[in-house]
């Protein structure tokens, strides 16, 4: 396992992804993120926990001026920046 804290700051987007590889178990402990889960829109509250299954399609969004935070609980065989494949990403990270 890894454990990460995710910054979004005001108006800021990550990248839409999935991982062949590792799952993800997301706290939310500040703001309002807009959650992208496959084809769903989640806007979970402070406290709640989001689970990210392997394969799956996400996306965090932060739409207000308060920064989101969120703890990222990484479980999978790897845990590495290698397994992001990025579908749609607003800082050119996509790789052609």
Do not use: M
């Not at 979004?8 to 997301?26: D, I």
């Amino acid at each position: 396992f890894l454990i990460k804290e995710l910054i979004v700051k005001k108006n800021g987007c990550l990248s839409l992804q999935k991982h062949k590889h590792r799952s993800e178990h997301w706290l939310i402990f500040n703001g309002n993120p807009e959650i992208t889960l496959n084809k769903k829109i989640l806007k979970p509250k402070l406290n709640d926990l989001i689970f990210i299954p392997k394969g799956s399609v996400h996306r965090i969004r932060n739409k207000y001026t308060k920064p989101v935070k969120i703890i990222e609980a990484q479980l999978g065989s790897i845990l590495k920046e290698t397994d992001i494949i990025r579908l749609e990403d607003i800082y050119g990270r996509i790789k052609k």
